[in-house]
């Protein structure tokens, strides 16, 4: 027997033997709306992090197309808090898209995502906390949680979900996400499993994110300088926190200029419904060139607004609750609708087949939720646990969409300055053309001490891989990998 030959029987042979140890229960077969092969075995259903109250939370899972015995094992988790990670799955970085076409009315048509992370890694997604997405408990009170609750019943979730999957316990492990998965991605509780994660956007100190508001608005022609001016001189330069009045007044104003405006992507309109887009567009006097700004290379529908992400939640949190609010004056939430997803995840032939509960027993899927009772019990992420991760080897990457003004870029390179690593690989375009056939200046890289890596991706808003995501896997599967961008 040849050396070819005999690499793929072992080859074969790891794969059945990866897939003999899967519990074939959470086997997803196959998927209505999607008539093709999967690109890769793909398993689905619940780890119960509380008995007593049967709180139990749900996961997806994809293996590798490449070699998943090996490959990294990633965890998704979106933001909120109370953003389903369905949301990821569907729309961003995940196995498949919404045909073009695709209308509310009948079952959504499915196809492969041609830019999905699974081709380069293991993708777990989870929805986090219980109450989220289809996570439930029979315990009601229990969407009763905070920041440290949710990263404590993450870490049950993946000791008994390492125990359902022991193959992949010697697997590099990451954790990934984007917005306010910030928070909870970095606890301490989660990273113990962990070498490392990635975050887009992250929700990290609300000095230096809000902060970071007002110039971003100048700094992208979104407010004259007169008006900057005036509210920088009235807040003293700090405009989060303050308990003028005037400085107040001053700050409410530019968020009142700005009240239409799609807060997660200031290239795109605000809208709620497609059919509003494109009378939007028909009667735009913009030009072509303008008008086509931060599109990208695909012909899968992106969503031009998103709702619900909402690290600005914390700015209009009243006695420590999350109220119905998100956004620039409440419009964000009017940016879009998430009627694909609904019309395919409330659907009960798709929830037979992921081996998720009926909306009889949970409820019908939300992108997003506001039923959880939200406790914000952190502080910033900066010294207590990004400096200290950092410093303890693990490996780090922060990226964001630079034309996202719910969590601005330069608010995120102001904490990354701040912790104090030396700079040793200055702020440049990076060269991923070599490899991706990527325009050498959409994506911009900063490389620090201790494994801390920060990029920007030009042209995409607050959910990258939604928005840029030949671009995000491009970088993906170069941090993956350990490569140098």
């Not at 380069?120 to 905070?146: C, F, H, Q, R, W």
Request: proline share 6%; hydrophobic share 35%; aromatic share 14%.
């Amino acid at each position: 027997m040849d050396a070819p030959t005999f690499l793929l029987l072992v080859a074969a042979a790891l794969l059945c033997s990866l897939a003999a140890a899967a519990p074939e229960e959470h086997l997803v077969a196959g998927l209505p709306g999607f008539h093709s092969a999967f690109p890769s075995k793909h398993y689905s259903g619940y780890v119960t992090v509380d008995e007593a109250i049967e709180k139990s939370l749900f996961y997806y899972l994809m293996l590798s197309e490449r070699d998943p015995a090996s490959d990294p094992m990633v965890v998704w988790l979106n933001g909120g808090p109370g953003c389903s990670s369905f949301d990821g799955f569907v729309y961003e970085n995940g196995p498949f898209n919404f045909e073009p076409g695709s209308t509310p009315g009948g079952l959504p048509k499915l196809q492969v995502n041609p830019y999905r992370w699974s081709k380069v890694s293991n993708m777990i997604y989870l929805d986090s906390p219980a109450g989220v997405g289809m996570s439930y408990s029979l315990n009601k009170p229990e969407y009763k949680t905070s920041d440290l609750k949710i990263a404590a019943d993450a870490h049950k979730f993946l000791l008994k979900w390492f125990e359902l999957y022991p193959e992949f316990q010697s697997n590099p492990f990451y954790l990934s996400g984007e917005s306010y998965a910030g928070v909870y991605i970095s606890l301490q509780s989660l990273m113990k499993l962990s070498k490392g994660y990635l975050i887009g956007n992250p929700a990290t100190d609300v000095d230096y994110d809000y902060n970071s508001f007002v110039p971003f608005a100048h700094g992208t022609g979104l407010i004259s300088t007169d008006m900057y001016e005036d509210v920088r001189a009235a807040c003293h330069g700090t405009f989060w926190g303050t308990v003028d009045d005037l400085c107040q007044e001053k700050v409410d104003r530019v968020r009142w200029e700005l009240k239409d405006l799609n807060l997660y992507n200031i290239l795109a309109p605000c809208y709620h419904h497609p059919k509003i887009q494109e009378t939007v567009f028909r009667h735009s006097s913009l030009p072509e060139s303008f008008r086509r700004l931060g599109e990208t290379e695909r012909a899968i529908p992106v969503r031009k607004g998103i709702a619900g992400r909402s690290w600005p939640l914390r700015a209009a949190l009243r006695n420590g609750r999350v109220p119905m609010w998100t956004g620039i004056g409440g419009r964000s939430l009017n940016c879009t609708s998430d009627e694909l997803a609904t019309i395919w995840l409330d659907d009960e032939d798709v929830r037979a087949a992921i081996h998720a509960k009926s909306k009889s027993l949970i409820g019908s899927w939300e992108f997003y939720t506001a039923r959880l009772d939200y406790s914000y019990d952190t502080g910033t992420m900066i010294s207590s646990y990004h400096k200290k991760f950092t410093t303890l080897g693990y490996r780090v990457l922060i990226y964001n969409g630079d034309h996202d003004l719910c969590v601005p870029f330069p608010g995120t390179e102001a904490w990354i300055k701040s912790i104090g690593y030396r700079v040793v690989d200055r702020w440049r375009p990076c060269g991923l053309e070599i490899y991706m056939h990527i325009c050498l200046r959409e994506i911009y890289t900063e490389g620090y001490d201790h494994n801390l890596t920060f990029l920007t991706i030009k042209g995409a808003g607050h959910a990258v891989p939604e928005y840029k995501p030949k671009e995000a896997l491009a970088f993906y599967s170069r941090w993956m990998a350990g490569e140098m961008f």
